[in-house]
């Protein structure tokens, strides 16, 4: 299990137990009823998302749901699409200090440029003549130009 980034994960009994106030209040607020085994059912299927996961999946279940509770994989979706606020330190990119630090200069030459772009060129015309050379290409492009008639 991914230990979440809203600290430590309480133990299932826990989560359970707030999966089954939210399901209740949430079929309250839709004016349904629901069973003790269809609470155990959801709080179980839903036991191993953290706490705020349980809270983000049950208030998107409210913006989003008008008359029906939703199935619990809706309520799986809504919650694992929740993201703590702010980039991820992780997955940020380096800063300007990290990349001077390791030698990294953010400095292109007007020639690196030029080279660049005439590499890019001729790929292009190579790839146009390889086109130019294949028969099946050549068809089509005649049917083309005669349409176009």
Not at 92 to 102: G, M, N, V
């Amino acid at each position: 299990m991914d230990t979440p980034k809203n600290g430590p994960n309480p133990p299932p009994s826990e989560r359970r137990a707030l999966c089954a106030k939210c399901l209740t209040e949430l079929a309250d607020g839709l004016g349904l009823k629901v069973s003790d085994d269809r609470i155990a059912f959801y709080s179980k299927a839903l036991d191993d998302l953290t706490p705020t996961q349980i809270e983000h999946g049950f208030e998107t279940a409210r913006r989003h749901l008008g008359t029906f509770l939703p199935s619990v994989e809706q309520l799986r979706t809504w919650a694992e699409s929740w993201r703590p606020h702010g980039p991820d330190p992780a997955s940020a990119p380096p800063s300007r200090a990290d990349l001077a630090a390791a030698g990294v200069t953010w400095r292109v030459s007007p020639e690196e440029i030029a080279q660049w772009l005439e590499a890019g060129k001729q790929a292009q015309r190579d790839h146009i003549a390889a086109l130019e050379r294949d028969p099946k290409w050549q068809h089509m492009a005649e049917r083309f130009i005669r349409r176009g008639r």
